[in-house]
């Protein structure tokens, strides 16, 4: 007799337990292939419920393949519906770094997360608000790939005043992050076996994108004026120089003048051209912030920017400036990645950016960052003065 338990006070409706008790006895081998059922009457009796419960369980049953019905026999188990056990998987709970940083006890040194609790809440809540009555239905529909017309204009007209860009909106495009803008430079730029340079020493994340599009990497030395332009290889034709040449990472040098024309000059003699990635240069703390690198050499930069270290990473809003010519492969390339990113977070950008609010929020975040970076400062002085054999801090010209 086939034995089925009920829980009438479970959430699942009475069909679904019935159902999926007998599917796992088929699974199991606990029902064997071609062994009958009871009728729908009978089993319906033996579990006192409605004949039209257990009826609606064999029918979806049978539709599945795991019934079979006989016309004046019965109903009976399919054939091959059993299915033996494959090896159990174990999980084990693994303390996550990001789970460990949360404790309000740890202070987090890990680069590249700003201030989360800065985050202007109130006016993006605003601006998502009006925004989501305001915009047009189209806004909720599929999007250009090349990201929203109002936040190209709008990022056009910021990098042109805080880095010295001379850019169109149309060369823009609009990405989840910079990792998807690195992504889609060494789409457009690599093919398998070609050689990119990139800094030495340089975080790892960067190395593994580009070696996942088969480039093979040359490192090159920096020291404190970044990236030793002298040591660039001379008897190859890289797809890319990769560089950060406002802030260096992880080093924190800046890359002098004279060794960017020399790495432009390279570049154009080569055919080759210049990956950009200018991701905090808005946080120097005496003096202007550095001009980019594109500035001065349009036609052979891809310049990256990103508002994750400015804001928030869970946006997931960053751009890729491209020479003229990248411009409707790369509008090709960006539709196949994701169609394009999310439009209502770039209309919110757009308008906090014409109003104002980028601009304060950085001045904002840059007090605070200097008055944290003085205070680490001060607090390593007082802890080893007295031993300065064993100590040497410097307080840095620009970074925190």
């Known amino acids: 007799m086939l034995w089925i338990s009920l829980d009438r006070a479970a959430n699942s409706p009475l069909i679904q337990q019935v159902y999926m008790q007998i599917r796992k006895k088929i699974l199991s081998g606990e029902l064997m292939a071609a062994e009958k059922l009871p009728s729908t009457r009978q089993l319906a009796d033996l579990l006192g419920i409605s004949r039209n419960v257990v009826l609606e369980a064999y029918d979806q049953l049978l539709a599945e393949g795991f019934l079979v019905s006989k016309r004046g026999a019965g109903t009976f188990v399919a054939e091959g519906a059993y299915l033996p056990s494959g090896k159990s998987i174990a999980f084990q709970k693994v303390t996550n770094k990001e789970e460990v940083m949360s404790e309000p006890s740890i202070i987090q040194f890990r680069s590249g997360i700003p201030a989360l609790d800065l985050f202007p809440r109130r006016i993006w809540g605003k601006l998502t608000q009006s925004i989501c009555y305001e915009v047009e239905a189209s806004a909720f529909n599929y999007d250009v790939p090349q990201g929203r017309p109002e936040l190209r204009e709008a990022l056009s007209k910021y990098v042109k005043n805080a880095r010295g860009i001379e850019c169109h909106p149309e060369q823009i495009v609009i990405t989840t992050g910079a990792t998807q803008a690195f992504t889609l430079a060494s789409k457009l730029l690599v093919s398998p076996g070609d050689e990119l340079v990139i800094e030495d020493p340089i975080t790892s994340d960067i190395q593994v994108i580009f070696t996942n599009h088969g480039a093979k990497l040359i490192p090159v ?120 990113t999310p439009s209502l977070n770039q209309l919110v950008l757009a308008r906090f950016i014409q109003e104002g609010h980028l601009e304060r929020h950085l001045m904002k975040m840059r007090k605070s960052y200097k008055k944290k970076r003085d205070r680490l400062i001060d607090c390593l002085h007082d802890a080893f003065t007295g031993n300065e054999s064993t100590w040497c801090i410097h307080r840095p010209a620009s970074y925190r």
């Open 221 to 340: 030395p920096v020291d404190d004026s970044g990236i030793q332009t002298c040591l660039l290889p001379q008897d190859t034709k890289p797809a890319f120089v990769f560089v950060t040449p406002s802030h260096q990472f992880p080093l924190g040098g800046v890359l002098s003048i004279q060794r960017r024309v020399e790495l432009i000059q390279y570049a154009r003699k080569r055919n080759s051209y210049i990956v950009e990635d200018d991701y905090d240069s808005e946080f120097r703390y005496e003096g202007a912030p550095i001009p980019s690198l594109q500035g001065l050499a349009p036609d052979r930069v891809l310049y990256v920017g990103s508002f994750s270290k400015l804001l928030s990473p869970s946006l997931r809003l960053g751009y890729l400036i491209l020479p003229p010519e990248f411009i409707d492969r790369g509008r090709k390339e960006k539709w196949f990645l994701d169609l394009h």
